[in-house]
């Protein structure tokens, strides 16, 4: 009986401002009804009228709003039988006074008592309880959140994280003063106050700074920028203070914050005084201790760009360590990391397919990967996790999972096929772009098809040349539908949206223009931006004519295959080779012949 009742009391817990509110609510709505009987206005004269000849047989007065303004309940004999009235009056307290000492009648004014008044001020009293209750309750909830800081040893180590070999150099000095902190004392030397993670999400930030703190056998305080952000003023300011209090009486120790840009945002576009005040109390505690003492503040970011000018100076957070995205090496030391309890088949020969294939993923999506690819070897009841389930999961991850199961009429799969080709036959004219490796019209995510390609290897600089050769590729679908189908679809739609991004951070990012362009040139700009997409639309409308038979021959055959891989189309177009003198790359001689050119990784999707 023990989780109902505590389930029952999270419940109650949720549930109880809701019922102060609906009680204030209620007794507020009671206090302040009008009375249910209609008042009848009768002049001073008429009320002088009922009292000098008793027509009254009881009555109360009670004061209304605004001031002056008085109610009169009671009976009074209408045809020889007592009858309820109520009436209003204008009347001073001395008229009365004066008027009650004309008449027999009982005629009491409670409200002139003192046990009336605190009568009449008890739903107001009432209502302030409520209210007091809440801002308590609230109060409570508030500090409550402000333990959630966790103070442990991790048992993380840096073998456990893979793919940052540049970071994990960079911050291995951090470990050893913080073992031997003595060692640099004697020299008069202290490292950073704080220490800046810096890289896409993903990147394995976060345990790298809890496997600095494994390594060096500290303490671990951890928070994230958004707990410190309360509409409270002061809350933030006072967690700022707890953490770095108790880090300094558990010395050596490692404060880290995630997402800090949530915390020390630019101040210049943060006008919210918590947040500010917050920030404040965050540089002060920076200032207020000494990295000699055995407590380091390590952070972590993808938006440095946001963070205050006052938080990066040297003295807080001054050094900074790039985390970025894993190379392909990298990526086989991730997923070796990741797959040490999975039974994969050849796992040696496999992992460097995968990690060949994955350029651009993080070490979250590998993980995520491994993961997905042991589901789906479980749900096909296999001891071992081959290249079928780990290459599905891949594209899983990247795009969505298949979608057989969607209804597409017979002409709008028509419309997909051609489109798909399309993008197919402009890929294999492209000699700078990556090797066609599969095309396909099973819809996966968002798109209806895709059109996938071979990178050789991690590219991390690209011409203009290379940029072009893309919108054409990008335009190809497109313009297929316009040669094959005589119209044209929003089916493109993803194709174009990448198209306008290359165009325009060719012209305004990387000035791939014929000049330099600023914001007051902004029209020539875009200007140069649409003869690009132009040019390249006009270039895959000749691609499509010239291969015209080719493009429908693929169309069709994709029509009743669905998916083709690379070998399968040059087959079918009748082409030895369609890059280079290079023999193009199967799976299956990558696997008896070791690593060679990478397999698949680049998609262009519909």
């Known amino acids: 009986m023990a989780l109902p009742i505590l389930d029952m009391t999270a419940k109650f817990k949720r549930i109880f401002p809701v019922l102060l509110i609906a009680i204030a609510a209620a007794i507020g709505f009671l206090y302040m009804r009008e009375p249910s009987v209609a008042p009848e206005e009768i002049t001073h004269a008429r009320l002088e009228r009922l009292v000098s000849a008793n027509a009254i047989a009881q009555a109360e007065i009670a004061p209304r709003t605004p ?13 020889g039988k007592k009858a309820d009235f109520t009436v209003t009056t204008h009347l001073s307290e001395p008229l009365l006074e004066k008027l009650l000492s004309k008449s027999t009648t009982t005629m009491s004014m409670p409200h002139l008592s003192a046990r ?11 209502i302030a309880v409520i209210i007091g209750a809440l801002l308590f309750y609230q109060m409570r909830a508030t500090r409550s959140t402000a333990t959630h800081k966790i103070r442990q040893r991790p048992s993380v180590r840096f073998d456990d994280v893979a793919g940052v070999d540049e970071a994990k150099a960079e911050v291995r ?20 106050k704080g220490v800046l993670l810096i890289g896409p999400p993903g990147t394995g930030k976060t345990m790298l700074a809890r496997a600095i703190a494994g390594e060096a056998n500290a303490n671990f305080f951890s928070a994230s920028g958004s707990d410190f952000n309360e509409v409270y003023v002061g809350v933030g300011a006072k967690r700022i203070r707890e953490i770095f209090n108790q880090a300094k009486a558990a010395k050596p120790s490692i404060i880290f914050i995630d997402e800090i840009d949530c915390l020390g945002k630019h101040r210049k576009h943060d006008q919210n005084g918590e947040s500010q005040q917050t920030l404040n109390a965050l540089l002060t505690a920076m200032d207020g201790f000494n990295s000699a003492d055995g407590v380091i503040v390590v952070a ?15 003295g807080r957070f001054d050094r900074k360590v790039f985390v970025s995205l894993p190379d392909s090496r990298g990526r086989r030391a991730i997923l070796n990391t990741h797959s040490r309890n999975a039974p ?6 496999v992992l460097e397919v995968i990690a060949a294939t994955t350029p651009g993923m993080s070490g979250a999506d590998l993980a995520n990967l491994i993961n997905e690819a042991a589901i789906l070897s479980a749900q096909r009841s296999k001891a071992n996790i081959s290249l079928a389930e780990l290459e599905e999961a891949r594209d899983k991850v990247r795009f969505g999972i298949e979608r057989r199961s969607m209804t ?9 096929a051609y489109h798909e080709a399309g993008h197919a036959i402009a890929q294999l004219e492209q000699p700078l772009l990556p090797p066609l490796h599969k095309v396909t019209i099973i819809p996966r995510g968002m798109s209806l098809g895709s059109t996938m390609s071979l990178p050789k290897e991690d590219q991390n600089i690209h011409s203009r040349t290379y940029l072009l050769q893309q919108l054409v590729v990008l335009a190809a679908g497109r313009a297929a539908e316009q040669t094959f189908i005589g119209d044209i679809t929003n089916g493109a739609n993803g194709d174009l949206d990448s198209a306008k991004n290359i165009a325009r951070k060719m012209i305004h990012d990387w000035g791939m223009g014929q000049k330099l362009y600023y914001e007051f040139e902004k029209d020539h700009a875009e200007s140069e931006i649409n003869t690009l997409l132009t040019d390249a639309y006009k270039q895959a409308l000749a691609i499509i004519e010239q291969k015209r038979e080719q493009t429908k021959l693929l169309a069709e055959t994709l029509l009743k295959e669905e998916t083709l891989a690379r070998d399968q189309v040059l087959k079918l177009l009748g082409i030895e080779d369609g890059r280079a003198s290079k023999k193009p790359l199967v799976i299956a ?11 698949p990784s680049h998609y262009t999707n519909n």
Do not use: C, Q, W
């Not at 001031?67 to 045809?79: R, V």
């Not at 000095?173 to 950073?192: A, H, M, N, Q, T």
């Not at 994969?344 to 020969?349: F, M, R, T, W």
């Open 116 to 126: 009336s008044k605190l009568v009449e001020m008890l739903p107001t009293l009432f």
């Open 300 to 314: 972590a970011t993808n938006r440095p760009e946001d963070l205050d000018d006052a938080l990066m100076r040297p």
């Open 67 to 79: 001031a002056g303004m008085y109610t009169i309940k009671g009976k009074y004999l209408k045809s």
């Open 408 to 416: 597409m009429k017979a002409d709008e799969r028509r419309v997909v």
């Open 589 to 599: 001689d990558f696997l008896e012949n070791g690593p060679g050119s990478p397999p």
């Open 344 to 349: 994969i088949e050849h796992p040696e020969k």
């Open 173 to 192: 000095e951090v470990i050893d003063f913080l073992r031997e902190p003595g060692k640099y004392k004697k020299l008069g030397g202290s490292l950073p």
